[in-house]
């Protein structure tokens, strides 16, 4: 099951996604993924 949680971006951020049609929970779950296996 997925939680869901709040973070806070710089409007340039919001702006980029935006342009580049990033999926963030995407990305910061892959962002995570990679963290955990590093640390494993």
């Known amino acids: 099951m997925a939680k869901r949680k709040n973070i806070s971006i710089r409007d340039d951020q919001e702006e ?15 962002k995570l993924d990679d963290l955990i296996e590093e640390r494993s």
């Open 16 to 30: 980029w996604i935006q342009e580049n049609h990033l999926n963030l929970s995407r990305f910061v779950q892959d």
